[in-house]
Every structure is written in C-alpha cells, then in structure tokens.
T-cell receptor, first 113, second 112 residues
Framework: ETGVTQSPTHLIKTRGQQVTLRCSSQSGHNTVSWYQQALGQGPQFIFQYYREEENGRGNFPPRFSGLQFPNYSSELNVNALELDDSALYLC????????????FGEGSWLTVV | QKEVEQNSGPLSVPEGAIASLNCTYSDRVSQSFFWYRQYSGKSPELIMSIYSNGDKEDGRFTAQLNKASQYVSLLIRDSQPSDSATYLCAVNIFWSGQNFVFGPGTRLSVLP
C-alpha cells in the first residue's frame, strides 16, 4: 500500500468529451506528478504540482490541466479527448525534499472511443 | 530531449538463471537512477535505486551504474516465474524536482 488512491479505476469516454481524474495522497506529500502510460510504453511525465502550483510540465498540450488542493488531493483534467489519450494515468506523490521517493497510485484506465 | 532507452524484449530466461536488463540514458547531468517492476495492469513498484557508480545489491537484485558510459543495468539472480513482468528504467531529472523519465520497459518472462 502506497497510501495514494486514484479514482475512477476505469472509465470510457467519447472523443471530444472532457474527463477529470482524481488522486488522493498521503498527508505531507505536497508534491504530486501525473504520468500517462500508453499500452506497451513507459510512463510519460505530464506535469508536477508543488504546494498547489504547477512547477514542471512535460510535452503535453494545454488541454491537459491539473489542480492540487490543500488537503493533498489533486486532479488531472483532459479536454477535447482524442483516441490517443487512451492510456493508464498514474498519480505519483512525494514529500518535500525527497523527490526520489515517489509513491504511485494504482492508476486510472481511460479508454476513448 | 532527455531519453531513456531499453530493449523492449521480450527477454526469456529459464527459472533459476540470471536475467540481465540494460538501460542507457542521454542526459549526462542525471543523478538518480531507478528500476521499477510493473505487472500487467498494475502500477510500477520500485525495486532498486542507485545514485553512484558501481554496484548495489539487494537480495537477488543487483543494480550497476556507469555514469561515464551513461549506462545502468539490473541483474536478477535465481530468477523465479514471479519475476515475470515489465521492468522500467527511470531517471529523475533533479532540476525539475520530481520528474522521472522512464524508458519503454523490458518485458521479462521466466520460464518454469
């Protein structure tokens, strides 16, 4: 158990729709990152939030956005869904000063049809 | 573009053999290196971390790092069928805090 929970675990959306994925981290984990893992590939860094501010972003378009809340929960929002957005979305949290120790949630499987 | 490369496999070894997994990375300033195991349909779990040149052993696992060659490897001794999984090599880009760059993973199959 990593203490990081994600919801929903599975969902199906239609192309063009919007989706919100949620993550709840352990108390004190004020850094959270989101990763996208397409089938057969390694996770790819989407962005990182630290104390409710985005402070790092990978090569993803602006329709991928996020929020981090004071209660150590966070959201990943994806607008205008495309078929290629179908993937496992992973949330990973860490405590301040120890970015090398990350705790993954079990992920949210998104299928876009 | 910072990249991490791995052979995608599948790598098949008989039970009890040594499995050798390799990884190269492109960013010379990378400082922290990790091996994760991922079972099908599950999230990655950390097996080993290594920060300095040389070998690091933990049970049946040995990680090896050579920063001059930008190469990191994982050896699994006495391989078991339960070791069958995808192994992800990852590098943490320090300047971004928590920003892991993952390789595509190597699928390992341990045959009974």
């Amino acid at each position: 158990e990593t203490g990081v929970t994600q919801s929903p675990t599975h969902l199906i959306k239609t192309r063009g729709q919007q989706v919100t994925l949620r993550c709840s981290s352990q108390s004190g984990h004020n850094t959270v990152s989101w990763y996208q893992q397409a089938l057969g590939q390694g996770p790819q860094f989407i962005f990182q939030y630290y104390r409710e501010e985005e402070n790092g972003r990978g090569n993803f378009p602006p329709r991928f956005s996020g929020l981090q809340f004071p209660n150590y929960s966070s959201e990943l929002n994806v607008n205008a869904l495309e078929l290629d957005d179908s993937a496992l979305y992973l949330c990973a949290s860490s405590i301040e000063g120890d970015g090398n120790t990350i705790y993954f949630g079990e992920g949210s499987w998104l299928t876009v049809v | 573009q910072k990249e991490v490369e791995q052979n995608s496999g599948p790598l098949s070894v008989p039970e009890g053999a040594i499995a050798s997994l390799n990884c190269t990375y492109s960013d010379r300033v990378s400082q922290s290196f990790f091996w994760y195991r991922q079972y099908s349909g599950k999230s990655p779990e950390l097996i080993m971390s290594i920060y300095s040149n040389g070998d690091k052993e933990d049970g049946r696992f040995t990680a090896q790092l050579n920063k001059a060659s930008q190469y990191v490897s994982l050896l699994i001794r006495d391989s078991q069928p339960s070791d069958s999984a995808t192994y992800l090599c990852a590098v943490n880009i320090f300047w971004s805090g928590q920003n892991f760059v993952f390789g595509p993973g190597t699928r390992l199959s341990v045959l009974p």
